[in-house]
């Protein structure tokens, strides 16, 4: 498989408090269940859509890089996946951080960022040469081309009241403006969800404080909110589609189900889809 997971998500889209109140359950006896449920119901998520949810590291394991090409990308069509761009098959990539290679010589060289240009609006993400440069020529053995990416529509932030920071652990910060999220609580106050942000100022790397408005004052955190709060936000059919999941699944324990006053048992199809993230597909 050529893609690799190098680090997954350090939360869930859906909170444990939020599936348990979908579910309707207000004991901590099945906690642990459920917690493993929405897991479970991500991932299925997240294979099914092509996406990563919560940001990801991951790496795109090459041959060879695509191509070459002499004409470029064809002249006159809106959008197309030229011959020789890379493409990322996981969506929504936030940052490509490196694309290294084996020169002839079984030397790792990393590509200059300057040499590629990565189309992060398109799903899926391409990368190619700029105008004028071509893929540099690797050493012809399996694996020699590495590309290494973060992808996923929200990441966990920490706020700090007192210095009116939001501290982010990720490699990449969304464009802006920018809209925050919260799973399982609030954000800080006065922060509110769906409402565009600026970032105010960089205090050091990962270290933000935030505006109302593009160039405005830093804004005045009071709290530091509760639950999960997070830079971006996955959207709510998705979010949705997961509580239907985990509920499902925390209904029936088993691969069968017996239906009403019929008594038929029929498999429930969702239970072989969870095996899909570990097939591998030739």
């Not at 990449?172 to 969800?193: A, D, I, R």
């Not at 409402?195 to 990962?206: D, K, L, R």
């Not at 109302?212 to 830079?231: F, K, R, W, Y």
Request: proline share 11%; charged share 15%; glycine share 8%.
């Amino acid at each position: 498989m050529p893609l690799q997971l190098i680090s997954g998500p350090v939360v869930e889209p859906v909170s444990l408090l939020e599936a348990k109140a979908h579910l309707r359950v207000d004991i901590p006896d099945d906690d642990a269940l459920i917690s493993a449920l929405i897991v479970a119901a991500r991932m299925h998520a997240e294979t099914v859509t092509r996406r990563a949810l919560i940001a990801q590291s991951w790496k795109l394991v090459l041959d060879s890089f695509p191509g070459p090409t002499l004409i470029g990308i064809p002249w006159g069509k809106p959008f197309t996946l030229p011959g020789h761009a890379i493409i990322l098959e996981k969506s929504q990539v936030r940052v490509v951080t490196a694309i290294q290679y084996l020169d002839m010589s079984g030397v790792i060289q990393v590509m200059p960022p300057a040499n590629y240009t990565v189309d992060l609006t398109s799903e899926p993400c391409r990368i190619t040469p700029v105008f004028g440069q071509i893929w540099p020529i690797p050493m012809p053995q399996i694996g020699a081309v590495e590309v290494d990416f973060s992808a996923g529509y929200a990441e966990p932030f920490m706020a700090d009241a007192t210095n009116g920071t939001l501290s982010i652990q990720g490699p990449w910060f969304p464009t802006q403006p920018f809209v925050l999220s919260n799973s399982g609580g609030t954000l800080p106050s006065p922060l509110q969800p769906a409402t565009n942000y600026w970032i105010a100022s960089v205090i050091t790397p990962g270290v933000y404080t935030l505006a109302a408005t593009p160039e405005g004052p830093a804004i005045t955190l009071t709290d530091t909110g509760s639950g999960t709060n997070l830079v971006g936000s996955v959207p709510e059919g998705i979010r949705a589609w997961i509580k239907i999941r985990v509920g499902s699944l925390y209904q029936h324990r088993e691969e069968m189900a017996a239906f009403d006053k019929t008594g038929k048992v029929m498999p429930l199809p969702f239970m072989d889809r969870l095996l899909d993230p570990y097939t591998v597909v030739f």
